[in-house]
């Protein structure tokens, strides 16, 4: 069963596919988004960027997984220490004050803070009602990947460090937030996906978002374990579980 992957790979993208041949898996990287014939009949795996995968996935029968829209915006304030809401652009155009806004499981709407609601993209460039994450504005002095399988935190590195790109390993204090983070809302997430987390700089930790695996950079996790995440998290939907359906991209 073939990784499909690509013409263009992170450097991340690089360490899955040569971990995956390590493994004995064949990978396949195509070179544009058109799907061979000889392809299409085979059941695989996708690791790859959102729009690439929008385009992949359905002919080849693979079902890429991710979060709610509104997961961040409904986890408990304890976990997030800032408010977020999910709501349709046209609602976020009226804001008048500093906010940080997003697109929830894609990067459509580029993950900035905003002036004020008027900064954001059109609905001449965007629907509006277009789902856009709204949050406060909050800044993160240390932020931590964990790859997330079956509830449990599968493996997982630091990528950053105020806002500054700086992979390491998980810290203690990592992996006992994202712990109980996960043994509070891990069910309401699918069975495989990314958690980014972090610690303000006032020394809360809080959720940063969840991602979708295949389309998410391991900076220093295991890349075996990373894979193994990666491989449930974009697999034949005709091999998905039931609770992963409600999941599906």
């Not at 991340?12 to 058109?34: F, H, I, M």
């Not at 349709?88 to 709407?109: H, M, Q, T, W």
């Not at 997982?156 to 998980?170: H, K, T």
């Amino acid at each position: 069963m073939p990784l499909v992957l690509p013409p263009r790979l992170t450097a991340s993208a690089r360490t899955l596919r040569d971990t995956a041949r390590l493994r004995g898996l064949e990978t396949v990287q195509l070179p544009d988004r058109e799907v061979p014939r000889g392809l299409r009949d085979r059941a695989a795996h996708l690791h790859a960027g959102p729009s690439f995968a929008d385009a992949v996935a359905p002919v080849l029968g693979i079902a890429p997984l991710e979060a709610p829209a509104d997961w961040l915006a409904r986890l408990p304030a304890a976990f997030v220490r800032r408010e977020i809401r999910a709501v349709p652009i046209s609602e976020a155009y009226g804001l008048r004050r500093p906010v940080f806004v997003k697109s929830p499981n894609d990067k459509s709407i580029p993950a900035l803070v905003y002036a004020d609601g008027s900064r954001l993209p059109g609905p001449d460039a965007v629907d509006p009602e277009t789902v856009v994450l709204v949050s406060d504005v909050v800044t993160f002095d240390a932020e931590y990947r964990l790859y997330v399988l079956d509830g449990q935190i599968h493996t997982g590195s630091r990528y950053a460090v105020s806002g500054r790109l700086s992979p390491a390993p998980l810290c203690a204090a990592a992996l006992a937030f994202g712990s109980e983070l996960l043994a509070a809302a891990g069910h309401t997430l699918p069975s495989a996906i990314v958690v980014d987390i972090g610690v303000t700089d006032v020394g809360q930790w809080a959720a940063i978002e969840a991602n979708a695996a295949w389309a998410s950079g391991c900076y220093t996790s295991d890349p075996e374990r990373a894979l193994d995440v990666v491989l449930r998290a974009a697999g034949p939907a005709v091999r998905l579980g039931e609770r992963d359906r409600a999941f599906v991209r």
